[in-house]
T-cell receptor
């Protein structure tokens, strides 16, 4: 079974600084997708960034980037120039093309002004 | 992007009653919908997967007779919590998948259920 592990229950960052959230996963598949979702207090799941496993290049979306290490099964999220609005729960997720999405336990990010 | 709605956004019901939650894909057809449950400060746990016109597939430990799922059309899935009890109080999130390409999955805003 595929599992997703987020080892950091809570993280804190100073506004304008950079923070990295960790995620590892376990799978025997070669083709899959990895995601980072943000869940603010409204509880709406917001897609932050997506990585296709067959792509070697790390995905980037403005201030958000990932470090995808396929051999190590690691998928960390880097948030640069942190803003107060980045404060939320962040979930790492995995799925294959036709299967459901599986989530890690989440990391609560606090941004200090 | 595609929009998934849920109704109601919150509901309070008395113990022993049933409550229905609707999930709709507003601008796309979803052959597959997923229902998740999220307890406070915890992750999303998949309850069941439903395909249009077929019976839902439930995850281990989820009571299919208690959580009735109907996926009657390509834009609507419903979750009915039957004979609700206080321990069923939780946040329920649906998700709909678009067929084609990478089969993108979109999430609804969730429904907060409180059973008194």
């Amino acid at each position: 079974a595929q599992t997703v592990t987020q080892s950091q229950p809570e993280m804190s960052v100073q506004e304008a600084e950079t923070v990295t959230l960790s995620c590892t996963y376990d799978t025997s598949e070669s083709d899959y997708y990895l995601f980072w979702y943000k869940q603010p207090p409204s509880r709406q799941m917001i897609l932050v960034i997506r990585q296709e496993a067959y792509k070697q290049q790390n995905a980037t979306e403005n201030r958000f980037s990932v470090n995808f290490q396929k051999a190590a099964k690691s998928f960390s999220l880097k948030i640069s120039d942190s803003q107060l609005g980045d404060a939320a729960m962040y979930f790492c997720a995995y799925r294959t093309l036709n299967n459901d999405m599986r989530f890690g336990a989440g990391t609560r990010l606090t941004v200090k002004p | 992007g595609a929009v998934v709605s849920q109704h109601p956004s919150w509901v309070i019901c008395k113990s022993g009653t049933s409550v229905k939650i609707e999930c709709r894909s507003l601008d796309f057809q979803a052959t597959t919908m997923f229902w998740y449950r999220q307890f406070p400060k915890q992750s999303l746990m998949l309850m069941a997967t439903s395909n249009e016109g077929s019976k839902a597939t439930y995850e281990q430990g989820v009571e299919k007779d208690k959580f009735l799922i109907n996926h009657a059309s390509l834009t609507l899935s419903t979750l009915t919590v039957t004979s609700a009890h206080p321990e069923d109080s939780s946040f329920y999130i649906c998700s709909a998948r678009v067929s084609g390409g990478i089969n993108e999955q979109y999430f609804g805003p969730g429904t907060r259920l409180t059973v008194t």
